[in-house]
């Protein structure tokens, strides 16, 4: 299935709760979503500044883009306190239909509900965590490659919703996910031979360690380590003896010499320098 833009724009508005109550003009509704988006969107008020007035431009720009001038906020206010009411019963006959192995039930309950489902999670890592269950059914359901190919558009939708929950923070936000997620389709990537995805992934991972953990961290050694897979896979050996002897050092640095990383950095180097 395709994810059509258009589709996911409407999800990352639900997402945001953009409702408001009683009759206020579009005008004074953006006015107050200026201060109250970066909340609302992944509602994790606890790793949000509530009080800040800095909304990011770009961030404004997208909601204007994407409601139009005919966007009723009543409905969508609807929406939420019907999704709020409605999806509960829904996930709990989810879950008892998968642990029962009643697969295509359970899948149904998903497909049938998807949007109403992302918009009651309350965090984007809820959401994740929720799609990362439906990727299960996908690998019980389907063959390799079809679950491979579904379980990548899942995970593209979860990583777009995470970066639009970055985009809108205001105190530098990440959700707790986004690493093992960013990891996870660079595999997916690497499994479906997608190289130039992988390298974006490859950049956004070392890029997220760089500015989390630092140069002298276990995640940058993890970083540097999968730039020198890609590149290994993709034919470039001499760069990816040079990724992999970095990716040796920051795991020295970092203090875990002689772990089992360490020695596949060391294995891989001495298997490639024979090439």
Same mark, same amino acid.
């Given at each position: ?65 994407? $409601?139009? %001038? ?5 409905? +969508?206010?609807? /929406?939420?306190?019907?999704? !709020? #009411?409605?999806?509960?019963? &829904? ?17 149904? $309950?998903? %497909? ?5 489902? +992302?918009?009651? /999670?309350?965090?984007?890592? !809820? #959401?994740?965590?929720?799609? &990362? ?19 990548? %558009? ?5 990583? +777009? ?115």
């Amino acid at each position: 299935m395709k994810i059509n833009p258009y589709i996911l724009a409407i999800v990352i508005i639900c997402i945001t709760n953009y409702a408001c109550k009683g009759k206020e003009t579009k005008q004074n509704h953006l006015d107050d979503t200026k201060n109250k988006t970066a909340i609302l969107l992944d509602k994790d008020t606890s790793n949000l500044n509530e009080q800040s007035n800095i909304f990011p431009q770009k961030a404004l720009d997208l909601i204007e883009d994407a $409601i139009g %001038e005919q966007v009723d906020v009543r409905a +969508l206010d609807s /929406l939420q306190n019907g999704v !709020d #009411k409605n999806i509960p019963p &829904l996930l709990d006959d989810f879950y008892n239909l998968k642990m029962q192995g009643l697969y295509k039930e359970a899948l149904s $309950i998903y %497909e049938d509900n998807t949007g109403d489902i +992302l918009v009651y /999670l309350k965090t984007t890592t !809820d #959401k994740y965590q929720f799609l &990362l269950e439906v990727v299960d059914l996908y690998n019980k359901l389907y063959n390799d490659e079809t679950a491979l190919g579904k379980t990548i %558009e899942l995970m593209e939708l979860s990583e +777009l919703m995470a970066e639009s929950a970055i985009l809108f923070a205001t105190n530098n936000y990440i959700p707790e996910h986004y690493g093992h997620l960013i990891y996870n389709l660079f595999s997916l990537y690497m499994e479906a031979g997608d190289w130039k995805k992988a390298q974006n992934q490859c950049d956004k991972m070392l890029n997220f360690a760089i500015e989390i953990e630092g140069e002298k961290s276990h995640a940058y050694a993890i970083a540097l380590f999968n730039q020198a897979m890609l590149y290994a896979e993709t034919g470039k050996m001499p760069y990816a003896l040079k990724k992999m002897e970095e990716s040796k050092t920051v795991y020295e640095l970092a203090g875990m010499k002689e772990t089992k990383e360490w020695e596949n950095c060391v294995s891989m180097i001495e298997e490639w320098s024979t090439k």
